[in-house]
């Protein structure tokens, strides 16, 4: 049989030369579209100069913002906010970048932009841009413990938003006061300072951040705002902010509260977009994957990844890693499961690789978009993290994936090889991530952060009911609410890290029901397990076990450090009665199927 | 920023349609015009890119002049002082194949657009794609056999 596909290639290529861009004339397209007007409006002085500025820019990727417009913040867009930061602190910064799990696109060239005093600790905020990705970095010096903080937002949040501030982190708690809880009965955690911090839009002329004990000023300079409580009283936390521009009217920026499922103090809002779905798209595949393509890149070999990743995730032979924007650092590893090609099919194992770490399991491959087109996860990774990531696979149909706000407001999401990867402004939940097929028809909808209707979330007060220490690691701290759909709600904080939430309904018939969270050196296994289960053995791949007693049908444990390495960490949990009977198991790794 | 950034394969395509580049180059201009004049008739039905890929295609057909034959370029195809390159036996197969296959060829490699942007600039379905440059291949892979040696 001849291979026909070079031939017509070489053909094609010999037929119709590469052309050169040279020939482009954007001025004769707007000519012909009888568009003149325009330019003779901004034929005047000072603007005049912009625009030739601007078209010199258009050449570059920095540039390319000007074409589309750069909203209001152009000095991220097109400028260089700030100073260059101090060359001590630029290399601290990429020694520290050395133990992430991703590389940033471009060396980033930390800017520094807010540099404040507060109570006796030194606070500098520096920023930088790489690729489509844009980063604050709060460095904190004299509080004990007090590490780097660094949030990223798209480059097309800064082009499109209309906000005269864009919150990165909010309440990020820094050291604390009194001694840390011990018990159920203690008091949670109190910080000796909560910081926030964000970009600024370029007219904004004044930030004032509202906590409960009132509303004060952010140090606003260089693009960004700055604001530090200091030794806030319990209970207080930030709960909005408003901006001012010229006009000196105040515009509500909302806030999510890491510690509340919602958005508070800003503003109420309601799903908006497509809320009907056009085709009915069920049982999907990804065909590639179905296939063995090799799409995107091969796990071994990939930048920042440990060789025998694989190994830790209950992954098989097949597993590659996928970037749906290449000019961000976030990936999606996606892969077959160790259990490789069943009778009843295979699994699909999906692991987001941020900078801090690799967080993700395995789902049988039948199930995946049996509900529909798409097969979301969504969540943070860092204390007060104001954006966060929502990820997944997205079935064959879907040739496109767009983000709608509760403003109103929509944005793309980056899709590529079925994966899809995209930051999206939680304070501005509920967002629906709606998918379309190739003719533009609404095939799936996702809903994140309904107020009402689909989803439980805390309401109260929570409580700290358990506690452990890693070592070396965090401290995490299990806390405790009740649920808005009865049963209730568990939070895994680990302190000056990261928090998880999950909330299990009463009517929940699971005997066990474990979740893992990780940092780059501790995993801890937390959840909830039914009053018939007296104990959980949590089994290990190198044969090690381990026996945890529920307390008040809760669980919360430190994998011991020999566990976090690859062909040592946990695998199954194994639910006993008080006689011993097996209960049930859980794959640990593996999520449930949607 | 489109504009921009994928000139060189829209006017690549453009060429190919019409088999002269300054036709061509006439083509992706009128076509970019249409795009500016009724970018508010844009409802985001679809991908923004495959919109104006269509927009291209069209401008291009249109552009066609009736006794344009594939098989004898213009001369004014040449790039860069280049000598236009001597039909090949392929060249009259293609030409030869129905339009639909021989756009959905063009998007395919000299606008390097996957399947589902294909579907989306011709409207077709996404498995029509796949089926119609499976038949341009078939096709081609049966006429090559037939030409003597």
């Known amino acids: ?594 | 920023m489109l504009y921009r950034t994928r000139f060189p394969h829209f006017l690549r395509l453009a060429t190919a349609v019409t088999g002269d580049r300054d036709t061509a180059l006439e083509a992706v201009q009128d076509a970019f015009a249409d795009v500016v004049r009724g970018r508010r008739a844009f409802r985001g039905e679809g991908p923004l890119e495959a919109w104006v890929w269509r927009a291209v295609v069209n401008a291009a057909r249109k552009a066609r002049t009736p006794a344009f034959q594939p098989t004898a370029l213009d001369p004014a195809t040449r790039t860069n002082g280049s000598e236009p390159a001597p039909p090949s036996e392929l060249t009259p197969l293609i030409a030869a194949l129905p339009e639909r296959q021989r756009l959905a060829l063009f998007l395919r490699y000299y606008a390097d657009l996957d399947y589902r942007s294909i579907a989306a600039t011709l409207d077709v379905e996404l498995g029509t794609v796949s089926a119609t440059l499976s038949s341009a291949h078939t096709a081609l892979r049966r006429a090559l056999r037939e030409v003597p040696e």
Not at chain 1, 167 to 186: E, M, Q, S, Y
Not at chain 1, 285 to 295: K, L
Request: a positive charge; hydrophobic letters at 40%.
């Open chain 1, 1 to 594: 049989m001849i291979d026909v596909e070079p031939l017509i290639r070489e053909e094609l290529e010999r037929r119709v030369p590469p052309t050169e861009p040279d020939l482009a004339d954007w001025g004769s397209v707007l000519r012909r579209a009888g568009e003149p007007g325009r330019r003779r409006r901004l034929r005047s002085g000072a603007v005049a100069l912009l625009i030739v500025a601007a078209l010199a820019l258009a050449a570059s990727p920095l540039g390319g913002a000007i074409v589309r417009g750069v909203g209001g913040f152009s000095s991220w867009l097109v400028g260089e906010p700030g100073k260059p930061a101090a060359e001590t602190e630029q290399q601290r910064f990429e020694q520290a970048g050395e133990r992430s799990w991703a590389d940033f696109p471009e060396r980033p060239a930390l800017r520094e932009l807010i540099h404040a005093e507060v109570g006796g600790a030194t606070y500098t905020l520096y920023g930088f841009r790489s690729g489509n990705a844009f980063c604050l970095r709060l460095v904190v010096l004299g509080i004990r413990g007090a590490g780097p903080q660094l949030g990223c937002l798209p480059r097309h949040e800064l082009e499109q938003s209309r906000d005269l501030a864009i919150p990165l982190k909010a309440n990020v708690g820094f050291g604390h006061v009194g001694r840390l809880p011990r018990t159920i009965a203690d008091p949670p955690t109190v910080s000796r300072a909560l910081a926030s911090f964000g970009f600024a839009a370029d007219s904004a002329r004044r930030i004032e951040l509202v906590s409960d004990d009132g509303t004060s000023p952010a140090l606003l300079a260089s693009g960004a705002f700055l604001h530090v409580l200091d030794r806030p009283s319990r209970g207080t936390w930030i709960r909005s902010a408003l901006a001012r521009d010229e006009s000196r009217r105040a515009h509500v920026v909302p806030i999510l509260l890491a510690t509340q499922e919602q958005p508070s103090g800003s503003l109420p809002l309601s799903a908006k977009g497509p809320a009907r779905v056009e085709r009915q798209v069920r049982g999907g595949t990804i065909g590639w994957f179905t296939q063995r393509e090799p799409r995107g890149a091969p796990l071994e070999g990939s930048p920042r990844l440990p060789p025998r990743l694989g190994a830790c995730c209950l992954l098989g032979a097949f597993a590659r890693v996928i970037q749906p924007d290449a000019r961000d650092f976030l990936r999606m590893l996606v892969a077959e499961s160790d259990l490789g090609r069943q009778p009843e099919g295979e699994e699909i194992c999906r692991y987001l690789i941020t900078r801090g770490g690799v967080g993700g399991g395995c789902a049988p491959a039948k199930q995946l978009f049996s509900r529909g087109p798409l097969a979301l996860s969504w969540g943070f990774s860092g204390v007060g993290q104001q954006f966060w990531i929502v990820s997944g696979l997205a079935s064959d149909e879907v040739a496109r994936v767009e983000v709608f706000l509760g403003t109103g407001e929509q944005r793309p999401a980056p899709l590529r090889d079925n994966v899809v990867i995209v930051r999206v402004q939680a304070a501005k939940f509920p967002a629906r991530i709606v998918a379309y097929d190739a003719r533009g028809r609404v095939i799936g909808i996702e809903t994140i952060g309904a107020q009402r209707g689909d989803g439980a979330r805390p309401v109260g007060a929570w409580r700290v009911v358990l506690r452990a220490q890693a070592n070396p690691g965090p401290l995490a701290l299990l806390h405790v609410a009740r649920s808005s759909v009865g049963g209730r709600c568990l939070q895994l904080e680990l302190v000056d890290h990261s928090a998880s939430r999950r909330c299990y309904p009463a009517s929940s018939r699971r005997p066990l029901e474990l979740s893992q969270q990780s940092t780059r050196r501790a995993a801890f296994v937390y959840g909830r397990a039914a009053a018939d289960v007296a104990s959980v053995e949590l089994r290990y791949r190198d044969g090690d076990v381990e026996t945890v007693k529920p307390v008040r049908g809760l669980l919360l444990h430190a994998v011991p450090s020999r566990h976090a390495r690859d062909g040592h960490r946990l695998t199954i949990a194994v639910a006993r009665d008080a006689e011993g009977n097996e209960v049930t198991r859980q794959r640990l790794g593996s999520q449930p199927a949607p």
